[in-house]
């Protein structure tokens, strides 16, 4: 549903992704299309949370490995993904959030079906617990998340939204180690730190 660009890294986090430099690609399109201002207070906002989602996901860690492709498609992925926010700005004009979020998800599911790999898909129903696992993705990881995201986007400038939206590898890293007893390092504390307060100065 939205594209997102896995890079491998020789370190035990291999689930970095480029998808954060969104943002940073939203905030300068809508000064440019929406005549959103930048602001100082918006633009440390942006270094903040940009800085803490590059801790969070370990960037700093080192031996990172990279190639031209990865980064090239890595920089499309924020990209494509920035452009929910500028297309949807334009949407909320017309139609209210979950109409946007509807049809949304209706092309999306149908691109989907040309990325399927029904063998998997076949192998996965035979797991008891496939649909509660199905549902949890679809409903609370997908669904829902875009439902919040583009009401709030109707009530805030699309900059100031897709900044905010930095808090999810927050979450995710919350997640994991309150249910999965995952260590948080000195550097993905100081990058979550970071990443909350960009979005507390946008508050």
């Not at 500028?86 to 990325?115: D, K, M």
Request: hydrophobic share 50%.
């Amino acid at each position: 549903q939205r594209m997102m660009v896995i890079l491998q890294f020789k370190t035990k986090k291999t689930g970095h992704r480029m998808i954060y430099t969104a943002p940073a690609i939203v905030v300068i399109l809508s000064a440019i299309l929406w005549k959103e201002t930048i602001t100082r207070k918006k633009m440390l906002a942006l270094i903040l949370t940009l800085t803490g989602c590059a801790c969070v996901t370990g960037v700093f860690a080192g031996g990172l490995t990279i190639t031209a492709w990865g980064l090239m498609l890595g920089v499309l992925g924020g990209f494509f993904y920035a452009l929910y926010s500028i297309i949807g700005r334009y949407a909320l004009q017309h139609y209210s959030p979950l109409t946007v979020t509807y049809w949304t998800f209706v092309f999306c599911g149908i691109g989907s079906l040309f990325l399927l790999q029904p063998t998997q898909v076949l192998n996965g129903m035979a797991h008891g617990d496939f649909i509660f696992i199905i549902l949890g993705l679809v409903v609370f990881s997908t669904a829902l998340p875009y439902v919040l995201y583009t009401r709030g986007l109707a009530r805030i400038e699309s900059g100031k939204a897709s900044i905010m939206a930095c808090v999810e590898p927050v979450v995710a890293t919350l997640v994991g180690t309150i249910a999965f007893g995952e260590p948080i390092s000195f550097m993905t504390g100081m990058g979550i730190l970071c990443v909350l307060s960009g979005v507390y100065i946008l508050h």
